[in-house]
């Protein structure tokens, strides 16, 4: 086991898996190929319906397997495909969320525009699993930064650090420009899997993704304080991922770096989203005398408190997409 901890490893996802001992993972998270005829470096998602699902069934029950009873489960495909995935890990494991995370596609044929991708959220256990409290920023104008919901007078009542995250994630948004991008068709933004781990993970607890592509999760484990492991079958995104986790360390403020193809390799100065979009509850001790009587007994745990409160102080206001 301790020689997968901490690694980039290539090779087919469920070869690896199977050498993974039973429930000695805190977290699982996969995002495969969607079976849309994507080239993949050297991998084409091109499969017939039942071989695509036999396939992800799989790997799906080695997920399962390797991960510890008080650990979670993630998935993230497209409506088409998660409904199939749901149905069986139902039988395997205890289903707790679909996330709607709000990313708008491309339209294709007569269909209604495509504008969220599923995240399904399942644990090994029915009631000693892992998860906290996580709080995102009040909504506020962009200009004259004035709260958008009404709160029918009862502002002070407001939480400091945000309201409490649901299952609709409208506030972070897909990589969308080439320049913010490495040379992968399908690379996911680093705040999501940051706020996944700090959902459901203590630090240097093991996160393990097996289509670890461009090397998101692993680096946005290695932000937080957790140990990681990866697993790709394509060597060209092995290299983009090792690359990557050589320049992050533990909760450095200094944004997301893309393009590693490129002679310059310094972040944009107002890339600076990394790790300050989400709080947890649990991991921060304030004046609560202003709060509802219910809020009083939350943030009372010292275990990653200067972590945490690195993103609270770091946080600010920001709109991850750029004009078009």
């Not at 607890?205 to 932000?223: H, M, Y």
């Not at 986790?245 to 893309?258: D, N, Q």
Request: neutral net charge.
């Amino acid at each position: 086991m301790t020689d997968f901890l901490n690694q980039i490893i290539h090779g087919d996802c469920i070869t690896v898996m199977q050498q993974i001992p039973d429930e000695s993972i805190d977290m699982t998270f996969a995002d495969p190929p969607f079976n849309l005829s994507k080239r993949y470096g050297k991998y084409k998602d091109d499969k017939e319906t039942q071989e695509y699902l036999d396939w992800c069934y799989r790997w799906l029950d080695e997920m399962v397997r390797i991960t510890k009873p008080t650990g979670s489960i993630f998935v993230h495909n497209i409506p088409k495909w998660l409904p199939y995935f749901a149905v069986h890990l139902n039988e395997i494991a205890y289903f707790r969320h679909w996330i709607a995370w709000d990313a708008m596609s491309t339209p294709i044929g007569k269909t209604l525009l495509p504008a969220h991708y599923g995240i399904l959220f399942y644990t090994k256990s029915e009631t000693d699993f892992k998860f906290y409290d996580l709080r995102r920023p009040h909504e506020r104008c962009r200009e004259c930064n004035a709260l958008l919901k009404d709160y029918g007078g009862k502002k002070y009542l407001l939480h400091p650090f945000g309201t409490l995250l649901n299952d609709v994630w409208t506030d972070i948004h897909r990589i969308r420009h080439q320049k913010r991008r490495d040379k992968h068709p399908c690379q996911l933004p680093e705040p999501l899997l940051e706020r996944l781990i700090m959902m459901v993970t203590d630090e240097g607890d093991i996160v393990l993704d097996p289509f670890i592509g461009a090397g998101t999760t692993a680096l946005a484990a290695k932000r937080l304080g957790r140990q990681y492991i990866g697993i790709d079958v394509d060597e060209e995104y092995i290299k983009i991922a090792k690359e990557k986790l050589k320049e992050v360390k533990f909760m450095e403020p200094k944004g997301y770096i893309y393009q590693y193809k490129t002679s310059k390799k310094r972040p944009r100065e107002d890339d600076n989203f990394a790790l300050n979009h989400t709080v947890r509850d649990d991991q921060f001790e304030f004046d609560t005398t202003s709060l509802k009587k219910e809020h009083r007994n939350i943030m009372t745990q010292k275990e990653n408190q200067k972590a945490q409160l690195f993103l609270f102080e770091n946080y600010r206001e920001y709109s991850v997409d750029e004009q078009e």
